[in-house]
Each structure stands twice: as structure tokens, then as C-alpha cells.
């Protein structure tokens, strides 16, 4: 369990604890931390991008995400390779000769962080690319995609989980 989890918990028991002590209704304020720290979900954390689906729901160190509105469900044992894949395997080329490259994403600074690098990898690399962004959470599912940000070449995953330096964007693409 990590610290913002057991912070949560903590004030949210003396929040509690504090209310049926005074007898006033502070205690119904206390059900909120306690809430969002024992199943790890926190809305304040997504908005403010701290929030980390590569190591779980809001920061938490586990392994694996929980299924909340921070984190895809965990797909079955079958397609766990997809998981924080990063191939640097020729990417098939487009019928019309341009590069459809999809950022996979809902808004986390990772996945901000990713549209950036490749943005900035794309200007010096000769070829025609389009970059989409990808923030509808059943789009990204389509792919099998459980932690973003994660990055779509012509409709194949090529990397989840994590963030990639302009290097390793110009490796995928010119592969």
C-alpha cells in the first residue's frame, strides 16, 4: 500500500473517529478518504495527472490496475502480452503511403508528454504521419490496452506503459 493510500485511510478514520467523538456529522465527511483509499480510486488524482495506470489505479504499487474510472479492467491471461509492449518490428506501411500513428490516452501527463515526443520525433523524419489522439477509454480497450499511454502504428501497438524518448519513436517508425 502506498503512502497517499494510507494517508487517505488514516484521516479518513480520525475524520470519523472526530465526528462520533463530538457528536457532530464530521464523520460522514470521513467516509470519502477512507472511500477512495480503500479501493484505491481517486477522482482528485486524475485530474490533477498524478494519476499512474502503468503501476495501478492512482499511484498505487501494485501490478496489476483495478477496474475504476483511473484504469482500464485487467484483460485475460491470454493477451497479457500485450501488455507494456515496445517493438521496434518493421510497422507495416499504409495503403495510402501515410503513417497513422494513434496516441492512446485519457489525458494523463504521460500520455500528454507522449504526443509531444512524437510530434517533435515526426519533423525531423522524412514521410507523410498523421497523429490522432485517442482519449475515448473504449477505443483504447479496443486495442487490448490496459496502462497508458500507449502508442499505435497503422493499427498496431507498439508500445503501452510507458514513455518513450523522441529516439525510440524515430526506431519504431524508421523500423
Known sequence: MTTNRIIRI????ALIGYGLYS???WFYLGFIPLITG??????LEMKMGTCDPASGCCASNTKEPSQSACCAPKIDDTNAAATNVTSFQAVQPS?????????L?????????????VN????????DYEVKKVSNIEDIMAYNVVSTPGLVVNGTVVSTGKLLNVDEVKKILQA
Request: proline residues 2%; aromatic residues 2%.
Open 10 to 13: 488514516v484521516v479518513g478514520l
Open 23 to 25: 457528536g457532530i456529522a
Open 38 to 43: 480503500v479501493i484505491n480510486w481517486c477522482p
Open 95 to 103: 495503403q495510402n503511403g501515410k503513417t497513422v500513428i494513434e496516441i
Open 105 to 117: 490516452g485519457t489525458g494523463c501527463s504521460k500520455c500528454v508528454a507522449l504526443e509531444k515526443v
Open 120 to 127: 517533435e520525433a515526426i519533423k525531423t523524419l522524412d514521410g
